[in-house]
């Protein structure tokens, strides 16, 4: 049986949807052991899970994208803070290894310095994706505007131009928070959003 590593950003929304998943590994036989935020971490003790709190710097950066005033300066933002906690989790998650042992690391996809950091660990890795995935599809448009699926040349036209416009700022605005760290871990850089989730063995 296998050793998981498991570590969930501190940011609502989460952590509770991979509780059942988690539980259902240890009935199986697995150990399981979390890292999350501070505030679950009683909780999760509670319900069976080994756990225990992230790097306290973490902790500190709360998620304040409900200031903003419009969906995408809430993005910006919000990735902004993925941006500065991903700094503090890639010693976090080197620590946890060290103590943990794990034989596999299960990384949520939110917390950008634990994925390059799992990346360069050399361990076998997944993302745990709790919300819609970014990546560009042929059969979905462009993520964020809402727009219904459209298969004919003008739906073709209208998810290209978008893509090539609103998709790539999103690329850039990420890739100028990742690529500097994975930089110091000897990674290659992302340049689109295939290449972020894309960088998991699963």
């Known amino acids: 049986m296998a050793r998981i590593l498991v570590y969930v950003d501190a940011v609502p929304g989460r952590l509770y949807p991979l509780v059942p998943t988690l539980l259902e590994l240890q009935a199986r036989g697995h150990e399981v052991a979390l890292r999350c935020g ?7 003790r509670v319900a069976g899970l080994a756990a ?3 790097a ?3 902790e500190h950066i709360a998620p304040d994208d409900w200031r903003a005033r419009t969906p995408i300066t809430a993005l910006v933002r919000g990735l902004g803070q993925f941006g500065q906690r991903a700094r503090f989790q890639i010693p976090d998650l080197r620590a946890a290894i060290e103590i943990e042992h794990p034989d596999v690391l299960f990384i949520d996809e939110g917390a950008w310095g634990a994925a390059a950091a799992a990346e360069a660990s050399g361990l076998p890795w997944a993302y745990s994706i709790v919300s819609p ?3 560009r599809s042929k059969d979905a448009p462009p993520f964020g505007l809402g727009f219904a699926p459209r298969h004919d040349l003008l739906g073709r036209l209208r998810d290209a131009t978008i893509a090539r416009g609103g998709l790539l700022a999103l690329e850039r605005l990420i890739g100028r928070h ?3 760290l994975r930089a110091q871990l000897g990674l290659a850089p992302v340049r689109t959003i295939g290449d972020v989730y894309l960088a998991a063995d699963a």
Do not use: F, K, T
């Open 178 to 180: 990742m690529n500097p």
């Open 133 to 135: 995935v970014l990546v």
């Open 52 to 54: 225990q709190p992230l």
């Open 38 to 44: 501070a505030d679950d971490v009683e909780r999760m």
């Open 56 to 58: 306290r710097p973490i």
